[in-house]
């Protein structure tokens, strides 16, 4: 995982997660969670509407250089890729529609891992009080209010979003609010020929553990995908440090630059994680 920077560019940011429509939204849904405390529905129903979220999708993927928010794998070549909501629509409703709460990932950390779970260290992020009575000027006066508008400041300021982050402390990583590098380390394996990531220091075991456990960042097929990276990094870094052909030696440096450091890179965190460390030779 690495770290993410929202790309909010006024010329191409998608148009309906700002302004008039944002608060529209934010209205639809606090209109059905009166309902809901009500008893009219039992709860807000998001069927068939996947095709608001979607609108994000090009802009994230952008944000995340095509790569996987989560596992930082490629996945456009074989699939479509979701637009994962950080927290789960089914409990933070009011953040459904959301810009800042959206991310680009692959189906398999999204709905075969992940799905609605939200561990947190404290339940302190409520949505809005809706009571069964609440007036339509109330539910007005609060639209447009719920989250972060992107481009003008009618929301919730992002500073305000962080801060309320860091209080509820979810037990997973927001690549756009933590920075991944201060919670993952990896081991590599020649036995079993695959690298494990795991937590970078005891202070951060619980939230790097839990983030691991929730995107299943440890599955099978990733912990072989890693290994493979690193045979070939090895073998680069090698050359880059050791060969005695000059001109050998700096072609590896521009290797290491651009193929497996730069953000850009399929599992560029596991790469970074490796560049200041010794490399261990092959055994
Ligand atoms: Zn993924």
Redesign the pocket.
Known sequence: MRKLNRQIDPTTFPVQFTGVNRRNWELELLKEARRVRRKEIKKIDFRGKSNRWKNAKDNLLSESLNK?A??E?YFRTVAYGDVEHYRPKSKYWWLAYSYYNYSA??Q??NQKYKKAKFPNTSASYSGPVIRRNSSDEYLLRTAGKLSVDPLDNSGITITEFKRIHKKERPLSIDPYIDNPSKYFGYKHDDRTREVLIKEKSSSKKEIAESAIDLFGLNRKELRDLRYRGLLTYRFIRDASENSIDQNRKEGAKLILETEYYSDEAEFSGMYNYFKNRKLIPFT
């Open positions: 996987c989560y596992c794998c990932s692959c398999l950390c």
